[in-house]
């Protein structure tokens, strides 16, 4: 990794903890239950801060917090809560908050007139039923609802996966019905309460993670860790999370592993992306 690279890594950090803090204080002043996620996490318990090579922080909110922080949220003049309706999409399945004055540009977002700022991802925590054809269902309706909010064809699956993927866009074309498929979709992958199981999935988090079964007492509460020059809320059952999700998560990466894990074709973070529009963004319009 060039110096360059770390420099700018460490610029991203510095915007990512800015927005953390201040979205950990917006959930504390509501009552709303959010825990790092991923990284963030492994970095917190490892490193007392971000792993020195990651460029992001994810959080993780059980399902009912994470339909109220929706409502609550109102955007500031620095930061905006974006998540995937009928009027908006931005191929991602779930909430993100973007810091307006920087840039980070995704290629899979290259030609959305939209707040291309450095971003925090938040994904919902959902129940896991215990009965094999509810886990199959809710899978199933997990699939679709992964396909037609994001309208993405998956990258890295098999070959039929694609097929499939591509098939299913190419017929159902209607903004509108797309809009009507993920919402039922949403509707029958979300109806296990967390309340009513007694275990935890993540189910807007890509197919690989939705496969994860997590003890439920795992996210029952958040627990502070040095993060930085702060704290920062993880799950309680950090330790069995991590384990589940990741392995030996307190054994770093080989050398040549250790670098960030998310494209982008520009990363900016000191200047707003709307000085980038037409150039690297809404190019073709």
């Given at each position: 990794m060039s110096a360059f690279d770390i420099e700018q890594i460490k610029a991203v950090q510095a915007i990512d903890l800015r927005m953390a803090k201040h979205f950990v204080q917006f959930c504390e002043d509501n009552k709303l239950l959010c825990y790092f996620c991923g990284g963030g996490c492994i970095g917190a318990v490892r490193h007392k801060g971000f792993i020195p090579w990651d460029d992001d922080l994810d959080f993780f909110m059980p399902?009912?917090?994470?339909?109220?922080?929706?409502?609550l949220w109102k955007d500031t003049d620095d930061y905006a809560l974006l998540y995937p309706t009928e009027k908006y999409n931005d191929h991602n399945m779930f909430i993100t908050l973007r810091d307006k004055h920087t840039t980070m540009i995704?290629?899979?977002?290259?030609?959305?007139d939209t707040i291309h700022g450095i971003s925090i991802d938040v994904f919902p925590l959902d129940g896991y039923p215990e009965k094999t054809i509810e886990r199959f269902i809710q899978i199933f309706w997990a699939l679709i609802y992964q396909l037609f909010c994001a309208q993405l064809v998956p990258e890295n699956h098999s070959g039929f996966t694609s097929f499939l993927a591509r098939l299913g866009l190419s017929v159902i074309r209607s903004p509108k019905s797309r809009y009507r498929i993920?919402?039922?979709?949403?509707?029958?992958?979300t109806k296990h309460r967390i309340a009513d199981c007694e275990s935890i999935t993540e189910i807007c988090a890509g197919p690989h993670y939705m496969k994860n079964r997590y003890p439920k007492e795992c996210f029952s509460e958040a627990v502070y860790m040095d993060f930085e020059d702060t704290k920062m809320p993880i799950p309680v059952g950090y330790d069995t999370y991590l384990k589940i999700a990741f392995g030996d998560y307190m054994q770093p990466p080989?050398?040549?592993k250790r670098m960030p894990q998310h494209d982008a074709i520009m990363i900016d973070p000191c200047n707003g992306y709307s000085n980038y529009k037409g150039k690297y963004y809404c190019t073709k319009r």
């Open positions: 399902r009912e917090d994470y339909e109220k922080l929706k409502k995704k290629p899979y977002q290259q030609e959305i993920w919402k039922t979709a949403e509707k029958y992958m080989p050398e040549e």
